[in-house]
């Protein structure tokens, strides 16, 4: 179930929140009725950036070794792509 809760609940119901978190769900966090921010465990922040890390990394190493060089226009042109299915 979507745990959506007003950013005073961090401050009034920290346990609360903790254990929502620690069971594995992401509690979202609203200030005056909109989207303030998001609370998740460390486990479910690393799922979310450790591909994206790895992805830099090799994209350094790749950098390193050839003189090719993309464009901003170009690179975002391709990511959109493999995000779209084209």
Known sequence: ?????PVSDLRNKFPE????????????LTKNGY?????????????????IER????ADRMAQISEERLS???????????INGK
Do not use: N
């Open 35 to 51: 989207g303030a921010m998001v609370v998740m465990s460390l486990e479910q922040y690393s799922m979310l950036t450790d591909s």
């Open 55 to 58: 992805k830099l990394d090799e």
């Open 72 to 82: 901003h226009e170009t690179v975002f042109q391709h990511v959109r792509g493999a």
């Open 1 to 5: 179930m979507v745990q959506i809760r």
């Open 17 to 28: 929140i903790e254990k929502t978190v620690s069971e594995g769900q992401t509690v979202y």
